[in-house]
């Protein structure tokens, strides 16, 4: 066990969480840094590192690095608010320095293809910025640079899959038509451990790729003849990135300021332009043809790997309450009791959301959700991983699983736009004829707009809680 150890960031992510089982199976000895180490409880091996930590914050860093000789930067801010590019270049400065220091021989880096130009989106001049950054230390950086990642789970999939199956005429703007070149997150994996193995005499930028090149138009109509779906395409001359971030936002699990953001990226071309780095591997990359069909057969099981939304940057960083005064925290607490075993009640609250709904007036938290993305947030359709597990750090419609301790309790975090934090918790004890169910809503609120909102909307939630716990029991009741 003396062997450096790798460490991953971006373990909670798209791409991170499906390169961690690969680097393991491998038999790599990895080191992850992760903000909440419980999101990666039952993922990570019992060989693999697990420390809690931000690239932010300088101090964390140190014994993360220790006795690292390659890194995987994984790490983005594509969901966070207008003050993106400033925090991924503090975090850039901070792991940059900090290998130095520590002595890291290699950094892998997934950026974005897109020529540099004065007119570069946000979003692409900040994943080249992070690489000029990691360079600028004089730690070897390997800089993969890839387009539309194709994948279930994945953004732009996720993004198409729900255009064509919910639109059969769509009017499509100038951005649809600009040529990128998609490869499947198969791909991009085999090129990230690859990249270990590289020899490298300093840095290096790789542009990869699939072997098509192709628009979103092109990857609409693909996907619409592989699902036999027949779909019509207006083609309007300007429809500009924030209007149809809103567009996105109310068609789309994607929100309208990643829609807006992914749309403001898409404007520009995105294909590969130096071919020769790919020569250094032994991949042939899969057509996109290909790629959608792997990416329809793990849809059709419902749930993937890993998916975008469960990022916990995909919000955006957490709101940083340091030096808000809260007031009184306000609690909501109700309790029944069943004649049902503790594990049988606990499965029950498991499988709250998503498309098994809450329990109670659905058509209520729709609206919820439409309310939150009016204001930018992230609203109720990001739905649920898998239909029947929850694990720490998942993302379940507007909340995050914060808590999972089976049989015995199940904590949320909510992350639509509010006035203060609120956290909706489920407890279960045993009785000796069946078990207990208590219920807590809990809110923090921030001035009297926190308490204005609460007591505004106390009826409604005195309504809906209610109804749901009521459901709870219902459920868990029924005989099987």
Known sequence: MSEPRILLTG??????????????REGRLVRCLV?????????????????????????????????????????????ARDDFEERDRQAAR?????????????????????EDRPDLSPHLRSRHEVGNILRASGVPVLELRASIIIGSGSLSFEMIRALVERLPVMITPRWVR???????????????????????????????GGPDVMSYADLMREYARQRGLRRWMIPVPVLTPRLSGLWLGLVTPLYARVGRKLVDSIRHPTVVRDPSGMKLFAIQPMGVREAIARALRNEDQEFAATRWSDALSATGH????????????????????????????F??????????????????????GWLDLLVGGV?????????????????????RVEKVERPYRLRLRAEMRLPGRAWLEFEVEPTINGARIRQIATFDPVGLLGLAYWYGVWPLHKLVFAGMLRGVARAASVTE
């Not at 901070?94 to 897109?114: K, P, W």
Request: net charge neutral.
């Open 35 to 79: 903000r909440r180490p419980g999101s990666l409880v039952g993922r990570a091996g019992t060989h693999t590192d697990v420390v809690g930590g931000d690239l932010l914050d300088r101090a964390c860093l140190d014994p993360a690095l220790r006795g690292v000789e390659t890194a995987y930067y994984l790490v983005h801010s594509m969901g």
């Open 178 to 208: 600009v040529p990128a070149q998609p490869i499947a997150i198969d791909d991009v994996l085999a090129y990230l451990v690859g990249s270990l193995e590289v020899p490298m005499a300093g840095s290096t930028i790789i542009e990869i």
């Open 11 to 24: 373990a909670t992510g798209y791409v991170g969480g499906r390169l961690l089982p690969l680097l393991e």
């Open 94 to 114: 901070n792991f940059a320095e900090t290998a130095r220091v520590a002595g890291v021989r290699r950094i892998i880096y997934l950026g974005g293809l897109g």
């Open 347 to 368: 499965a029950v609250i498991e499988r709250i959301g998503g498309d098994n709904g809450w329990y109670y007036a659905d058509w209520l938290w729709a609206l919820r």
């Open 379 to 399: 609203g109720m359709r990001r739905g649920r991983r898998h239909p029947t597990e929850l694990r720490e750090g998942d993302t379940l419609d507007c909340w």
């Open 318 to 345: 957490a709101p940083s309450w340091g030096g808000v005064r809260f007031g009184n925290r306000l609690v909501d607490s109700r309790a029944v009791t069943v004649p049902v075993d503790a594990a049988r009640v």
